[in-house]
T-cell receptor, first 117, second 115 residues
Framework: GAVVSQHPSRVICKSGTSVKIECRSL??????MFWYRQFPKKSLMLMATSNEGSKATYEQGVEKDKFLINHASLTLSTLTVTSAHPEDSSFYIC?????????????FGPGTRLLVL | SQQGEEDPQALSIQEGENATMNCSYK?????LQWYRQNSGRGLVHLIL?????REKHSGRLRVTLDTSKKSSSLLITASRAADTASYFC???????????????FGKGITLSVRP
């Protein structure tokens, strides 16, 4: 099956610092990757969609200058939370989808728990 | 607003019983998917049902889709304690020319299976 990894699995940082989260598709090429955040006991909220080699498409209300997304290759996307604040503390989950419009299934990473002090 | 809304929000059953979870949505869809999430973990894809399908089976899972009522149900038969998790439905919107489809998740159902 398709495997997606995230690194780190959890991170604690001080307010004002930047944190980078990596999302990798380990055994397939992902032309599209998605970033979600999830608050405790809540649903997943889509933050942005990124296609390899192009700029990410952000959902309404998501600050693109605060949540920088880079999809540099077909197996790697990164999310950088810049100048993190305590309200950015959350569970961030990425997913990846194979290329082609017939490929509907998204494969999710294990998530990264961010705590900003 | 959320596209998918599951009910009940929480369900507690005895091992061996069946668990039925429902999901309603608002707009037309391409397909509907069910996911499972163990506490503090990522999501595991369970099953996908296309808009032209009415029922689908996978092991102990049975999913139905009623596009006229804009609803879906997930049935887990002969539940096990290991089925304890949160379950989410997610709807996949139709393709627009040149656009990505994207999943929209419901709030989730917390299933507890007592041994």
């Amino acid at each position: 099956g398709a495997v997606v990894s995230q690194h780190p699995s959890r991170v604690i940082c001080k307010s004002g610092t930047s944190v980078k989260i990596e999302c990798r598709s380990l055994d397939f090429q992902a032309t599209t990757m998605f970033w979600y955040r999830q608050f405790p006991k809540k649903s997943l909220m889509l933050m942005a969609t990124s296609n390899e080699g192009s700029k990410a498409t952000y959902e309404q209300g998501v600050e693109k200058d605060k949540f920088l997304i880079n999809h540099a290759s077909l197996t790697l996307s990164t999310l950088t939370v810049t100048s993190a604040h305590p309200e950015d503390s959350s569970f961030y989950i990425c997913s990846a989808r194979r290329g082609g419009r017939t490929k509907r299934t998204q494969y999710f990473g294990p998530g990264t728990r961010l705590l900003v002090l | 607003s959320q596209q998918g809304e599951e009910d009940p929000q929480a369900l507690s059953i005895q091992e061996g019983e069946n668990a039925t979870m429902n999901c309603s949505y608002k707009t037309s869809i391409n397909n509907l998917q069910w996911y499972r999430q163990n506490s503090g973990r990522g999501l595991v894809h369970l099953i996908l049902i296309r808009s032209n399908e009415r029922e689908k089976h996978s092991g102990r899972l049975r999913v139905t889709l009623d596009t006229s009522k804009k609803s879906s149900s997930l049935l887990i038969t002969a539940s096990r304690a290991a089925d304890t998790a949160s379950y989410f439905c997610a709807t996949d919107f139709p393709w627009e020319a040149g656009a990505n489809s994207k999943l929209t998740f419901g709030k989730g159902i917390t299933l507890s299976v007592r041994p």
